[in-house]
């Protein structure tokens, strides 16, 4: 490589980080590392816009960068096996969203496995974070902060729970194969597993066997309603990266 080239590649390099840094938005960037194609689910919070009409098509190894608003808040999932015809209808075998490519302000069925996140609040700059089981699994994902310094944490579930998933909770797609596992709360609606009702505080909502099954297989991730101990990431980063079937650390 001459070094006219080099020279040139340097400033466009330093030209992006700035643009990237003046930015009042954040970045998110959205990989996927699976075998197979995921379709990416993506919902605001109420008040909130949903970026790039709620869905789209990720292909093995592509991925797509986002640039969410400042103090931006809600969640982003994976959608597999899905089958959609040239008006953007059809369904995903998990992580639906009422049969359209664009979920346009739909959440998805879960099973599916979750990131949240609240990008700073009128009241707190930090942005908070987590992946959560506690509407059950269908992919393994990792969302991973870029530029945020010291304390910035990892929210992962890195692990394929449907291979260790309690047969009572398995979720199977017509020719047998395992496509996702229910959490407790989804599978029984017990107030006890859902932290509802009388079990909707800290004090009596404990976590359950099965979900210290997936904490201890996933320990970066939300296991139930109040596992903000070690679930919840605190970090103030311009950028992360959200990974489907991210690379075992």
């Not at 190894?61 to 899905?82: H, L």
Request: hydrophobic share 35%; charged share 15%; aromatic share 10%.
């Amino acid at each position: 490589m001459s070094m006219q080239y080099s020279y040139f590649f340097f400033k466009i390099l330093c030209f992006l980080t700035l643009m990237i840094s003046l930015s009042n938005g954040t970045q998110l960037i959205i990989v996927n590392n699976c075998k197979e194609s995921v379709w990416p689910g993506i919902l605001g919070t109420a008040g909130h816009q949903t970026p790039n009409n709620g869905g789209f098509h990720l292909s093995t190894g592509e991925q797509v960068v986002m640039e969410v608003p400042e103090k931006w808040s809600g969640r982003i999932w994976g959608r597999q096996g899905c089958c959609f015809d040239e008006h953007g209808k059809g369904s995903c075998q998990t992580g639906d969203c009422s049969g359209f490519l664009q979920c346009m302000g739909t959440g998805g069925l879960p099973p599916a496995t979750v990131v949240e996140m609240t990008l700073g609040t009128s009241q707190n700059q930090l942005h908070y974070y987590d992946v959560s089981l506690v509407d059950g699994f269908n992919l393994p994902v990792s969302m991973i902060p870029v530029g945020g310094g010291v304390g910035c944490g990892v929210a992962s579930c890195e692990a394929d729970l449907n291979i260790c998933c309690p047969a009572a909770f398995v979720v199977r797609q017509q020719e047998g194969k395992v496509v996702g596992c229910k959490s407790a709360c989804l599978a029984t609606k017990a107030p006890k597993y859902c932290c509802t009702g009388e079990f909707a505080n800290p004090g009596r909502c404990k976590p359950t066997v099965f979900a210290r099954l997936f904490k201890a297989i996933c320990p970066r991730a939300y296991s139930y309603a109040f596992d903000e101990s070690t679930g919840l990431n605190r970090c103030r980063a311009p950028r992360y990266v959200i990974t489907f079937c991210p690379p075992k650390k």
